[in-house]
């Protein structure tokens, strides 16, 4: 049963900095594009980092390009997402999800397996 599991969420001040966690199992990582999603409340749930995990390729939503790192561990079968310079407006529950696609990012209608989520919170 394929499984993504999240950690790393909490509470931060503004200019701070979190590192969040996906861990994967139960499916052939290798095949798929990973991607960060975020939902705030009253908001849609939008995209903002993917990864190849074949070739590495990423991709960033302009609102976090400069800010965010997503990288990957293949031998861990784990996803990260680095975040500096946190900003109130980056407060959502944070998604890992998988697609087996190759050269774009995954979308949400299309989504082939979804972590449960972790809480960000950037507030003083």
């Known amino acids: 049963q394929a499984q993504l599991e999240e950690s790393g969420g909490g509470l931060v001040q503004p200019g701070g900095s979190l590192r969040l966690s996906c861990s994967t199992a139960?499916?052939?990582?290798?095949?798929?594009?990973i991607g960060w999603f975020r939902q705030a409340p009253g908001k849609e749930r939008e995209g903002v980092s993917c990864?190849?995990?074949?070739?590495?390729?990423?991709d960033y939503a302009d609102s976090v390009k400069g800010r965010f790192t997503i990288s990957r561990d293949i031998a861990k079968s784990a996803v990260y997402l680095q975040m500096n310079n946190l900003k109130p407006e980056d407060t959502a529950i944070y998604y890992c999800?998988?697609?087996?696609?190759?050269?774009?990012?995954?979308?949400?209608?299309?989504?082939?397996?979804w972590g449960q989520g972790t809480q960000v919170t950037v507030s003083s």
């Open positions: 139960g499916f052939s990582l290798y095949y798929y594009m």
């Open positions: 990864i190849s995990i074949a070739d590495g390729t990423t």
């Open positions: 999800a998988a697609e087996r696609v190759a050269g774009r990012c995954p979308r949400p209608d299309t989504i082939d397996y």
